[in-house]
């Protein structure tokens, strides 16, 4: 058994898949967590307040900050977004595996903070393929899509900051990968630190 949760962060391009993959690890598996995030963004269709994002006005997300109730949060595309921390914070000491679904400046900060945090990269098989998914979920403006690709273009530069990459061709594959690394990272001995002092201390009585 790990001592805590694993915080993992999951980045990639949007259109990538992440949300898609997302929902079904949720659906699958029973140690996870996913933080919410806020965002000043407006909400798409079908999407409600406290499931897929908190939505919130410039003026609360800037107070959000002030109160230092975020553990980071990032510009993308004009919108503000950010990850709070009372939740994190409680599901990780609760023994959960928690998810971040963030873009890379915010993942790259989680790491400063939270050195032994995990970080997967999700990203399609080819950029024709990210223009489709984007096209294909029909939420967006072309504009707003331009906006995206041109922000892939930065993020990635920055791929290979991350511990895994992951290709999300085939959706089930992807998310075993995902399952799978997560439940290698519990199995590193840095994580097993409260058993191996056990394991010691017990030798030593036999
Ligand atoms: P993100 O959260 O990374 O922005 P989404 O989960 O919204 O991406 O996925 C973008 C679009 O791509 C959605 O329409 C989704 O149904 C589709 N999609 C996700 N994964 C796959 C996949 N493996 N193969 C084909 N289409 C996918
Ligand atoms: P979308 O508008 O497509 O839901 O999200 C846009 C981008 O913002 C995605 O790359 C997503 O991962 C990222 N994002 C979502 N929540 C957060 C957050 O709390 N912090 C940061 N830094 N990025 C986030």
């Known amino acids: 058994m790990g001592e805590r949760g694993i915080l993992t962060v999951v980045s990639g391009f949007s259109g990538a898949g992440k949300g898609t993959v997302m929902k079904e690890i949720m ?12 965002t000043t963004r407006k909400p798409r269709p079908g999407e409600e307040d406290g499931r897929e994002y908190f939505f919130k006005t410039v ?7 002030a109160k230092e109730e975020l553990i980071e949060y990032a510009r993308y595309v004009d919108n503000y977004y950010g990850t709070p921390k ?12 928690v998810i971040l679904e963030i873009e890379i400046q915010g993942a790259l900060k989680v790491k400063e903070k ?24 029909g939420t967006e403006t072309e504009d707003v899509i ?7 273009k930065e993020e990635a530069e920055g791929m290979d900051q991350y511990d895994y990459l992951i290709v999300n061709d085939v959706l089930e594959e992807c998310v075993e990968q995902v399952h799978q690394i997560i439940q290698g990272e519990h199995r590193r001995c840095c994580r097993n630190k409260a058993f191996i002092k056990h394991m010691k201390e017990e030798l030593k009585g036999e």
């Open 27 to 38: 659906g699958r598996y029973e140690n996870y967590a996913l933080s919410i995030s806020a």
């Open 59 to 65: 003026e609360e997300f800037e107070k959000m900050i």
């Open 86 to 97: 009372a939740y994190v914070v409680e599901q990780l000491e609760a023994g959960k595996d």
């Open 114 to 137: 939270f050195p032994q945090t995990l970080l997967l990269f999700i990203t399609p098989p080819t950029a024709r393929e990210l223009r489709n998914r984007l096209k294909g979920r």
């Open 146 to 152: 331009n906006g995206r690709m041109d922000r892939a």
